[in-house]
């Protein structure tokens, strides 16, 4: 449970009052998942002198897990803490250990490289370039638009804890989504052992978050397709990318395809069994396994 309390005496956590950032809701929001219990005292008034361990002083007070001083903390690429980054680096293991997380080296760094850092960027002034025509909607924008709109009823606290409740839902799917990459890469290197340079494809038993991994391994530059059971019913085929930030296909399916589907697809590929092929050509449909093999044979005969 997390409150909003008006008495310092009723509280255990203590962060700033006013304009609320992702920095203190998301910090708020772990604190609840770790603590069980998380009262807290929103001021811009603290005296750190007079505050006792027995509180947890986050974003405001200069203390340890504040970041406006001119000494805070910072990260080995030089990007500062903010509280929730310190609250993370600090209790972040034993929470996730708490959690039942079996590989938590492996997740806390995952979560802190995936979400914490962005943050601790973000709240500190150093922002993402997005070259885009339209309005981007960042995680912190998000949270945002949770403090009172002008002219309304609504009332700080509780929106406060609103935010929080979201933040909280949006942390606990990032702790199941890091954990899941964790373990597919670990099955997935499994599967890839048998990888030699002079494989051009992997067809795994069933679909595995692969990108990160093969595209994190030199080992991996000859892969050019990943084949899995698609959850729509046979098998799908999809393109290995440049890289995570170019998404051009090492190698791309025929041109001829793109676009088709069924007989069509069949006549002009000669393989019974292709169902669809995506207009970019980075993903197809095959019936079965053997057509996936079918599609291989075809198009990789010069490769």
């Given at each position: 449970?997390?409150?909003?309390?008006?008495?310092?005496?009723?509280?255990?956590?203590?962060?700033?009052?006013?304009?609320?950032?992702?920095?203190?809701?998301?910090?708020?929001?772990?604190?609840?998942?770790?603590?069980?219990?998380?009262?807290?005292?929103?001021?811009?008034?603290?005296?750190?002198?007079?505050?006792?361990?027995?509180?947890?002083?986050?974003?405001?007070?200069?203390?340890?897990?504040?970041?406006?001083?001119?000494?805070?903390?910072?990260?080995?690429?030089?990007?500062?803490?903010?509280?929730?980054?310190?609250?993370?680096?600090?209790?972040?293991?034993?929470?996730?250990?708490?959690?039942?997380?079996?590989?938590?080296?492996?997740?806390?760094?995952?979560?802190?490289?995936?979400?914490?850092?962005?943050?601790?960027?973000?709240?500190?002034?150093?922002?993402?370039?997005?070259?885009?025509?339209?309005?981007?909607?960042?995680?912190?924008?998000?949270?945002?638009?949770?403090?009172?709109?002008?002219?309304?009823?609504?009332?700080?606290?509780?929106?406060?804890?609103?935010?929080?409740?979201?933040?909280?839902?949006?942390?606990?799917?990032?702790?199941?989504?890091?954990?899941?990459?964790?373990?597919?890469?670990?099955?997935?290197?499994?599967?890839?052992e048998s990888i030699d340079e002079n494989d051009k494809y992997v067809v795994l038993d069933k679909y595995l978050?692969?990108?990160?991994?093969?595209?994190?391994?030199?080992?991996?530059?000859?892969?050019?397709?990943?084949?899995?059971?698609?959850?729509?019913?046979?098998?799908?085929?999809?393109?290995?990318?440049?890289?995570?930030?170019?998404?051009?296909?090492?190698?791309?399916?025929?041109?001829?395809?793109?676009?088709l589907e069924g007989e069509e697809l069949q006549q002009v590929s000669g393989i019974k069994g292709l169902n669809?092929?995506?207009?970019?050509?980075?993903?197809?449909?095959?019936?079965?396994?053997?057509?996936?093999?079918?599609?291989?044979?075809?198009?990789?005969?010069?490769?």
């Amino acid at each position: 449970m997390l409150k909003v309390v008006n008495r310092l005496e009723d509280a255990n956590c203590i962060t700033h009052s006013g304009t609320m950032h992702a920095d203190e809701v998301f910090a708020s929001a772990f604190l609840e998942l770790y603590l069980g219990n998380v009262l807290v005292f929103r001021t811009n008034n603290v005296d750190m002198d007079k505050v006792s361990d027995d509180f947890i002083v986050y974003d405001v007070g200069r203390g340890k897990y504040d970041h406006h001083q001119l000494d805070a903390a910072k990260r080995e690429n030089d990007i500062t803490y903010c509280s929730f980054g310190l609250l993370w680096r600090d209790f972040g293991k034993d929470f996730l250990k708490k959690y039942g997380i079996d590989y938590v080296d492996e997740v806390w760094l995952g979560i802190d490289k995936d979400m914490v850092e962005y943050i601790d960027a973000d709240d500190n002034g150093i922002f993402p370039k997005i070259d885009a025509s339209y309005k981007v909607k960042t995680l912190p924008g998000i949270i945002k638009i949770f403090n009172p709109s002008y002219d309304s009823f609504e009332d700080e606290s509780s929106q406060f804890e609103k935010a929080c409740s979201v933040a909280k839902a949006i942390f606990e799917e990032e702790i199941l989504y890091i954990n899941g990459k964790v373990i597919a890469d670990k099955k997935l290197r499994e599967e890839l052992e048998s990888i030699d340079e002079n494989d051009k494809y992997v067809v795994l038993d069933k679909y595995l978050p692969y990108e990160e991994t093969i595209l994190g391994d030199e080992k991996y530059n000859n892969l050019l397709y990943v084949a899995y059971p698609s959850n729509r019913g046979g098998y799908a085929v999809k393109i290995i990318p440049k890289s995570l930030e170019d998404r051009t296909a090492r190698m791309s399916f025929p041109e001829e395809w793109g676009g088709l589907e069924g007989e069509e697809l069949q006549q002009v590929s000669g393989i019974k069994g292709l169902n669809f092929c995506h207009t970019a050509r980075f993903i197809i449909s095959c019936r079965d396994l053997d057509t996936v093999y079918e599609v291989f044979d075809k198009i990789l005969v010069d490769c």
